[in-house]
């Protein structure tokens, strides 16, 4: 069994590699996302457990809220409300494991843009607590 979990962890993987070295992911000519161009991302970045940002794109901060247990970005130039983007994260490398599965939550702070509007990332365990660890995470504004 182990060795399937593995097999299909590895798989997806490399289908979100593939995704992110096709040319769609950076425009076709490799230049940075920009707002409007319909499938190419508004924003990207790889988070590390604390909060740092380890790569992206340069419109978009990272940071972890210890008293909240909550990861906070801001994208510049975007009131971030979740029903007016889609958002697609996922824990990275052997995170959670031998302990199990961590289940990425997204959504917006809550403040409909009055002063913030950030992007808020959660990872629980299968018990529901939060936790910190490596993650990814993708914004695409819809039309």
């Known amino acids: 069994m182990k060795l399937k979990v593995t097999s299909l962890f590895l798989g997806f993987c490399l289908a979100i590699l593939a995704v992110a070295a096709s040319p769609l992911a950076l425009g076709q000519s ?3 996302p920009q707002t409007g161009k319909s499938g190419v991302p508004l924003a990207f970045a790889s988070v590390s457990y604390d909060g740092t940002k380890q790569s992206g ?78 993650f990814q995470v993708v914004v695409f504004k819809t039309h």
Do not use: W
Request: glycine share 12%; with cysteine.
């Open 57 to 134: 794109t340069s419109n978009i901060t990272t940071s972890y809220n210890s008293s909240t247990g909550l990861y906070e970005m801001k994208i510049t130039g975007v009131c971030f409300l979740r029903t007016s983007y889609t958002t697609v994260a996922t824990v990275s490398g052997y995170n959670g494991f031998p302990k199990g599965a961590l289940f990425v939550n997204t959504d917006d702070d809550g403040d409909f843009c009055h002063a913030t509007g950030d992007l808020i990332v959660g990872l629980r365990d299968v018990n529901g607590n939060l936790t910190q660890a490596d």
């Open 30 to 32: 490799g230049e940075q």
